[in-house]
């Protein structure tokens, strides 16, 4: 705890040195709370996974692929929320995402409700939103209705806008790999406690 | 236990007046043989029998008793039941009747006026046919016959000369009467419950109910009730009304109604009155009451059946989930409409964006998901194989560039012709799959001459 007093004294925190020791410790401050220690789900190319009971942004040109291959490899229910519907259905089915668990919500001007009431539902491992435009405060309120139903809210975000709600905030783009397959290159742009 | 086969419930001086047709439906969960004598409870000697013998390898007598009576507590309160309601079982209706009615637990006990029940069990005598009787009772009071068992020890070969031939009918129907025909029970062609907020004694003021609490709770009953009929009737709810009828006076709008409409057949209370509270809740914040709430009322209007599957005692979560997707996918689609809240069905046909319906369906068990998937999975191959792939996105009205825009960007892929319906005008495009500056991947077609953006990988 002295030692995350003495960070406030730091006079710029802006230097690299500074930072990285400002990120070593809050890493080790969320070791040492249990509850920061998030249960997280496995993800392509993404080593530190993905946490659950929390917003996660995801950010870059290949941000929409990434949640296709997560969901096809996780085969699990789904909640596609947007304010109008572009998702293509069909694509997603080629990329291996099963239609039968996969829901998709219009949701209009009542996004942030049907945000609520879908994370309220406790029933799906994970909730896809795209550029959700809420103000802090709202977010906040679903972060923590994801807390509590321990759901993984995807944020496809098309700008970065720095935050404290999302728990892991990453850049994704398509990787060419030597053998000929298609991944991605991940980028952390920022995380929260012990992840 | 083995030779109950009835279990006749009677009713006995009730307070409120409650429809013995709409109770009997709910014991149709437990027996397809159910009959209603008399029908609004009130009176002395109105009964439901419930044929339990077929329900005994299911429930025990106790466990059936106990589960019908927790039915009953949605129409009579339980202090209420202690003395308005009396159960017995017996061999046959006239025996479980008169058991019950006379609060003995063998038939030779019961006393010789219990005759009336076998005389007519299913139904109450008129009163002239009940002073006839009753004077034949009379008669072998004085005999010295006072019970049934001292009735069935009379000598059989004698009782036309001295009793005439309709004692011997019943001498017979006291000996057995599992013979005698049940009446058929009709249930009532709709399901609608109300509850009289004056006969229940319930402060009609809804802010006297402390809001939409008070009310809610009225409202929670009326919903086990009709939810018990639509079990009993083995059915779901598709779509149902609420009515809030208002004291009638100059200013009062006179009733206020909602309707529901559930994307999916629903079968728990709780997850409709969360529906019901928030839609209440809405209307009343915009738009209060303007008179007392005399009744409530509840009608369906539409059923669906109701899928008969065993209960999953290893996985009851798997229940709730369906039960909650339900509920989720109702409160949606009950806001924003059926058309917004969706899963998708790939369809064959050449247009991208009519490659693909909007469906709405259940989760299903998880036998159904698996093979679910795999004609998902199934499905995805014969597309992949077919198809190049889609952009994860399309644009519902492709946005129109300028057709030399195609020269200033990257061309991954070689041209995808799509061609067809030519009974429906026809169309033809030629996609492009594009990288542009910005490194994002668009689709592109080409159609006319013109240049059009359809989607974004």
């Not at chain 1, 098309?158 to 053998?179: C, I, N, Q, T």
């Not at chain 2, 006749?8 to 013995?20: C, E, P, Y």
């Not at chain 2, 008399?38 to 466990?63: C, Q, R």
């Not at chain 2, 030399?404 to 012709?417: F, G, H, K, N, R």
Request: aromatic fraction near 8%; glycine fraction near 6%.
């Amino acid at each position: 705890m002295l030692a995350a007093l003495k960070l406030f004294q730091i006079p710029s925190p802006s230097s690299a040195s500074q930072s990285a020791r400002l990120a070593h410790l809050r890493a080790q401050v969320g070791a040492l709370d249990g509850s920061l220690s998030p249960e997280v789900h496995t993800a392509p190319d993404l080593p530190v996974g993905l946490p659950k009971g929390a917003v996660v942004e995801l950010l870059g040109p290949a941000r929409y692929e990434y949640a296709a291959k997560l969901l096809a490899e996780k085969q699990t229910l789904s909640v596609w929320v947007q304010k109008d519907l572009s998702f293509f259905p069909t694509a997603l089915l080629q990329r291996g995402v099963s239609l039968e668990r996969s829901v998709f919500v219009e949701g209009g001007q009542n996004i942030n409700w049907v945000l609520k009431q879908v994370l309220q539902a406790q029933i799906f491992p994970f909730v896809i939103g795209e550029d959700l435009q809420l103000p802090e405060k709202d977010l906040r309120r679903l972060q923590l209705l994801a807390e509590r139903s321990g759901a993984t809210l995807l944020h496809l975000c098309s700008d970065y806008r720095p935050s404290w709600v999302p728990m892991l905030s990453v850049h994704l783009e398509h990787l060419m790999h030597p053998d000929g397959s298609v991944g991605f290159r991940s980028q952390i742009l920022r995380k929260r406690g012990a992840l | 236990v083995s030779s109950s086969r009835v279990l006749a419930v009677l009713f006995s001086s009730l307070k409120l007046k409650i429809d013995l047709n709409q109770v009997a439906e709910t014991f149709f969960r437990y027996s397809s043989q159910v009959a209603v004598r008399g029908g609004v409870a009130g009176g002395e000697g109105d009964a439901i029998f419930i044929e339990v013998s077929k329900s005994m390898g299911l429930y025990s007598l106790d466990t059936l008793i106990h589960r019908i009576r927790t039915h009953l507590t949605r129409w009579i309160p339980p202090e209420e039941q202690s003395h308005s309601v009396l159960w017995a079982t017996g061999e046959d209706a006239a025996v479980a009747l008169a058991k019950a009615r006379y609060r003995k637990n063998r038939k030779g006990e019961l006393p010789v006026t219990a005759l009336l029940d076998f005389v007519s069990p299913f139904s109450a005598l008129d009163e002239k046919e009940e002073r006839r009787w009753q004077k034949k009772i009379f008669l072998l009071e004085r005999l010295g016959v006072s019970s049934i068992g001292q009735f069935l020890a009379l000598p059989e070969k004698s009782m036309v000369n001295h009793l005439g031939g309709e004692m011997l009918s019943v001498y017979d129907a006291v000996k057995d009467s599992s013979e005698v025909p049940w009446p058929f029970f009709h249930p009532q062609e709709t399901v609608k419950e109300v509850l009289s907020l004056e006969e229940q004694n319930v402060s009609a003021d809804i802010s006297a109910l402390a809001g939409l609490e008070g009310l809610s709770f009225l409202i929670k009953n009326l919903i086990d009730r009709v939810l018990l009929r639509m079990r009993g009737r083995n059915e779901r709810i598709l779509k149902f009304k609420l009515v809030l009828e208002l004291e009638k006076n100059s200013v009062s709008e006179g009733h206020r109604a909602y309707i529901f409409e559930i994307s999916l057949p629903h079968s728990a209370s709780r997850e409709l009155l969360t529906m019901i509270r928030e839609k209440i809740n809405f209307d009343l914040q915009a738009r209060p009451l303007s008179g007392l709430v005399e009744n409530i009322l509840i009608e369906v209007l539409e059923t669906a059946p109701r899928a008969i599957a065993q209960k999953d005692l290893f996985h009851p979560k798997r229940e709730e989930d369906n039960e909650a997707f339900r509920s989720l996918l109702s409160r949606l689609t009950d806001k924003l409409g059926f058309d917004r809240v969706f899963m998708a069905e790939p369809v064959q046909c050449y247009l991208p964006e009519a490659s693909w319906v909007r469906t709405q369906k259940d989760l299903g068990d998880d036998e159904g998901i698996g093979s679910a998937v795999s004609a998902d999975l199934r499905r995805t191959k014969d597309i992949a194989r077919s198809q190049p792939l889609r952009p994860l996105r399309i644009f519902k009205t492709p946005l129109r560039v300028r057709s030399d825009w195609l020269s200033q960007v990257e061309v991954l892929d070689a041209p995808e012709v799509l061609s067809g319906q030519w009974w429906d005008q026809g169309f033809e495009r030629v996609y492009f799959r594009v990288r542009t500056g910005r490194g994002e991947e668009v689709w592109v077609y080409r159609t006319k001459g013109d240049l059009f953006i359809h989607g974004l990988f």
